[in-house]
């Protein structure tokens, strides 16, 4: 087995990795400078490859979108983040051939390019709605999560490739710690894309209480109303203020319950023997929540609440490579012996559990 980041398809992989955060950053920065509606139509921007400027082009987009001024800034604001998505999904094309093409090849994986090829399709689709269904909150927040899916995705594509940390013995409690923390952190990242695409970020401006309650007026029902129908447009929110607290607070005791957990995490991994890992972790943690109250004492500034979509992204990376670290080695076994039962070739060295080092780093 090729083992060392020369494998084929590991730089590509890599390079789609890093091109990906740049484009969930841009996708924070759309949408917080309101930018989501900067081309109201899609895949073009007014029927054009780039934003109207020339006086016909600028007729044409008055004549055929007469609801929708040209606003240039926000247009590219829209269009630059389409651009980057474009050639990341060029990309994990390419990944996906390159896999096929190289498929039954030792450590070559199938399913996972392919996998993110269908995850990059979908998240077109949910880009395209984004924009035709006028920011509603439910296809917004499906479209960040299909972003944190894509990254995530991607970097577990390099850690596959890329073969340097082979399956550890590990106690089975640290593994499900891992599950619970990976689990949690999911959940928070759908709760804070629920908060920002409802326009929840200061519904509540002082901390910890809210309005000077610990438990302010909340209407849960109409906050976390999912099958709402489909308004005019979501741009700036539609809910009333006890809806949002209640989105807002949500996201708050979802924190709280993030950080013990994480906490517990820190505390397993450390010792298991993996103390650099629990530091990563730690640091991801401390970094998220601080920009998490930043972003309410400040008033949301937009560096520090794109930071913070970056820093989500972040702790997420952090779970995946914690959850692949501690991943047990009888799993390895078993889906070697899948893709040597399915004749795809794999070899007999990949049978067997390739460092079993009980505190190895
Ligand atoms: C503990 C882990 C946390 C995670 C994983 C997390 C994740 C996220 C994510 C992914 C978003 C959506 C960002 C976007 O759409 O661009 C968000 C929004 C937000 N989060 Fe958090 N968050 C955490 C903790 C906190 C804390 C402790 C606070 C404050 C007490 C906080 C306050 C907010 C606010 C105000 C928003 C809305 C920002 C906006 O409208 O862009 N978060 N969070």
């Given amino acids: 087995?090729?083992?060392?980041?020369?494998?084929?398809?590991?730089?590509?992989?890599?390079?789609?990795?890093?091109?990906?955060?740049?484009?969930?950053?841009?996708?924070?920065?759309?949408?917080?400078?309101?930018?989501?509606?900067?081309?109201?139509?899609?895949?073009?921007?007014?029927?054009?490859?780039?934003?109207?400027?020339?006086?016909a082009q600028l007729a044409h987009a008055e004549a055929n979108f007469p609801h929708a001024p040209v606003e240039a800034e926000k247009g590219w604001n829209e269009m630059v983040h389409r651009y980057f998505a474009g050639t990341l999904g060029l990309l994990i094309l390419g990944l996906a051939v390159h896999a096929l093409r190289r498929r039954g090849q030792d450590g070559q994986p199938l399913k996972l390019p392919l996998l993110l090829l269908g995850v990059v399709i979908a998240q077109a689709a949910f880009g395209m709605w984004t924009v035709t269904l006028q920011l509603w909150p439910q296809v917004v927040t499906a479209h960040l999560l299909g972003g944190f899916t894509t990254l995530s995705l991607l970097l577990l594509?390099?850690?596959?490739?890329?073969n340097a940390y082979p399956p550890l013995e590990l106690p089975a409690r640290l593994r499900?710690?891992?599950?619970?923390?990976?689990?949690?952190?999911?959940?928070?990242?759908?709760?804070?894309?629920?908060?920002?695409?409802?326009?929840?970020?200061?519904?509540?401006?002082?901390?910890?209480?809210?309005?000077?309650?610990?438990?302010?007026?909340?209407?849960?029902?109409?906050?976390?109303?999912?099958?709402?129908?489909?308004?005019?447009?979501?741009?700036?929110?539609?809910?009333?203020?006890?809806?949002?607290?209640?989105?807002?607070?949500?996201?708050?005791?979802?924190?709280?319950?993030?950080?013990?957990?994480?906490?517990?995490?820190?505390?397993?991994?450390?010792?298991?023997?993996?103390?650099?890992?629990?530091?990563?972790?730690?640091a991801a943690l401390c970094l998220q929540v601080g920009l998490g109250i930043s972003n309410v004492i400040f008033h949301l500034p937009l560096p520090v609440a794109v930071a913070h979509n970056g820093g989500g992204a972040l702790l997420l990376l952090v779970l995946v490579s914690v959850n692949y670290r501690v991943r047990s080695p009888a799993v390895s076994v078993e889906a070697s012996s899948a893709r040597e039962m399915a004749g795809s070739g794999g070899s007999r060295a990949e049978l067997a559990p390739t460092a079993m080092t009980p505190h190895g780093k």
Avoid at 2 to 26: E, I, M, Q, S
Avoid at 35 to 55: H, K, M, N, R, T
Wanted: glycine share 12%.
């Fill in 176 to 282: 499900r710690w891992a599950v619970l923390g990976l689990a949690l952190v999911i959940g928070q990242i759908a709760l804070g894309g629920w908060v920002s695409s409802n326009y929840a970020a200061v519904a509540c401006v002082d901390l910890p209480t809210c309005h000077g309650q610990w438990w302010p007026a909340m209407d849960f029902a109409n906050g976390f109303h999912l099958t709402q129908h489909i308004g005019p447009n979501y741009l700036g929110g539609q809910l009333d203020s006890d809806a949002r607290t209640a989105i807002h607070m949500t996201h708050r005791l979802g924190a709280l319950a993030v950080t013990l957990v994480l906490l517990g995490l820190a505390w397993q991994l450390r010792g298991a023997g993996l103390p650099r890992l629990a530091g990563l972790l730690l």
């Fill in 157 to 162: 594509l390099c850690l596959r490739l890329s």
């Fill in 1 to 55: 087995m090729d083992n060392d980041k020369n494998r084929p398809g590991y730089r590509l992989a890599l390079f789609a990795t890093l091109l990906a955060v740049v484009v969930v950053l841009l996708g924070a920065y759309t949408r917080l400078t309101h930018a989501g509606l900067g081309c109201p139509d899609w895949p073009g921007c007014y029927g054009f490859i780039g934003v109207p400027q020339s006086e």
